[in-house]
């Protein structure tokens, strides 16, 4: 038998709603399926928001973006993005330049050292997903992730 979450966090009581269960099993697995990820990246020498950062300039290149829109297409909440941008410049992940009509506006792109990290994490990370998801078939995961989009969305 499968264990449910309440075995693998040790919980005697029942849940107090299927939606309470529903909502705890998303956190527990997400959790978890960050952990794997911070620790799949870590001898790449990159964390999972630095790594989500570089795969969106990826797909903004050669154009790059503005700290705002980063922010806004980011996986998860990332309160000081600016600091985050600090860091990976201090590294050589990506470059920043300020636009010449508007000063304010600083647009951020991956540099190639930044391709090159994605470029050596490519491949192992889709094994990486593929191992976590193997006991899936195609149905189910379109099947969870249309259910995940539909919680996502109506909140």
């Known amino acids: 038998m499968v ?3 309440r075995d ?3 919980q005697n009581k029942p849940f107090e709603s299927l939606e309470q269960e529903a909502q705890l099993n998303i956190i527990r697995t997400g959790s978890l399926l960050l952990d794997d990820v911070e620790q799949f990246l870590k ?11 570089l795969r969106i300039l990826r797909g903004a290149h050669p154009v790059g973006l503005c700290r705002n829109e980063l922010r806004d297409r980011m996986l998860t909440r990332m309160p000081d993005v600016t600091r985050l ?3 990976m410049e201090e590294v050589g992940m990506v470059a920043r330049s300020r636009e010449n009509e508007d000063r304010r506006m600083v647009r951020t792109q ?3 050292a930044g391709m090159k990290i994605l470029d050596d994490v490519n491949e192992a990370a889709q ?3 593929k191992r976590r998801f193997q006991s899936l078939n195609e149905t189910q995961l379109k099947t969870l992730i249309e259910l995940l989009t539909v919680v996502r969305q109506s909140g």
């Open 3 to 5: 264990p449910t979450l």
């Open 8 to 10: 693998e966090i040790k």
């Open 43 to 53: 001898p790449y020498g990159v964390t999972a928001t630095q790594y989500n950062v």
């Open 85 to 87: 941008l600090d860091r």
């Open 110 to 112: 991956i540099t190639a």
């Open 127 to 129: 094994q990486e997903q």
